[in-house]
């Protein structure tokens, strides 16, 4: 039994006559409130104080009302239900709340507010003005490069981020970053987060290809898929933003950032690796 609309719904039950009993009935009536709906809106990523008005999408419950949207801090929503939000120029806290109305049957639907920071570029070390750095290539045999993403940073509201790779394939795949340059002697630094399949998908850095250690150091699946195997030095799994430290020698080097697949299946929960607050001992 289906409930169609709000009220009362009487349910009969019957039994017919037979040679020793009349027929009979009895009825039952059942209270029909009105239901809930819910609503479904995603997290909104991070923007730049420069950044255009954009159109945020949430679906709605049975009632088949809009999805309306309000926001408050430093926005503001415009346009067709409110869905348009213009960033007002200055840095802080975006909030956008997502609302839909009740009607006979449905009750209006809990409020759900997505939060997002605004950060200024021109206060960004790394990437500067959180624009692509200047001198970093994207290497021979590299699927993609990586590029600058407000979805998740250290500090500030940007960082460099891996390019999307596929899930299977018949070799290694491999988003890289590079970087050739004269080096005094010293240390590379930076912040990095990790997001992969344990063990067969890897951040590594390299220098003159030349794997170096750090930190997790637990990439074990990934060195046979590569043709010839190797024992890949790296860092796998759900890794917070957290520091890392890595030496150099005083020369001409090339430093490579590579988020690195195996060819089998699988992926984790973003696929992913950012760096932020990457400082090199270049000789200017």
Not at 96 to 122: K, L, R
Not at 125 to 130: A, I, K, L, R, S
Not at 244 to 255: D, E, L, M
Request: aromatic share 8%; proline share 5%; hydrophobic share 40%.
């Amino acid at each position: 039994m289906s409930y169609i609309a709000v009220g009362t719904c009487t349910v009969r039950a019957t039994k017919a006559a037979d040679s020793t009993y009349n027929s009979t009935f009895d009825d039952v009536s059942i209270t029909v409130n009105q239901g809930s709906q819910a609503i479904t809106f995603a997290a909104l990523p991070n923007k730049l104080t420069t950044d255009p008005p954009f159109v945020v999408s949430a679906t709605g419950g049975g009632s088949g009302n809009p999805v309306t949207f309000t926001a408050s801090g430093v926005c503001a929503a415009g346009g067709v239900n409110g869905s348009t939000i213009t960033l007002t120029g200055s840095t802080g806290s975006c909030t956008v709340s997502a609302n839909q109305g009740g009607n006979f049957n449905f009750t209006a639907a809990p409020t759900v507010m997505q939060s997002f920071m605004v950060s200024d570029p021109a206060a960004e070390v790394f990437p500067p003005n959180c624009q692509a750095p200047a001198g970093w290539t994207v290497p021979a045999g590299a699927i993609n490069g990586w590029s600058v993403a407000t979805d998740s940073a250290a500090v500030g509201g940007c960082s460099l981020k891996s390019g999307l790779l596929p899930d299977a394939g018949s070799v290694v795949a491999t988003s890289a970053y590079q970087f050739t340059g004269n080096f005094q002697a010293g240390s590379i630094t930076m912040t990095r987060r990790v997001s992969s399949e344990i063990s067969y998908d890897c951040f590594r850095v390299l220098i003159d290809g030349n794997q170096q250690s750090l930190g997790a150091n637990n990439c074990g699946g990934l060195g046979g898929y590569f043709v010839p195997a190797i024992s890949a030095i790296g860092d796998s799994g759900e890794i917070a933003f957290g520091s890392i430290s890595i030496p150099i020698a005083a020369g001409n080097h090339t430093v490579t950032l590579s988020y690195d697949k195996d060819w089998g299946c699988c992926r984790g929960t973003s696929d992913a690796v950012w760096v932020d607050q990457l400082s090199m001992p270049l000789l200017t």
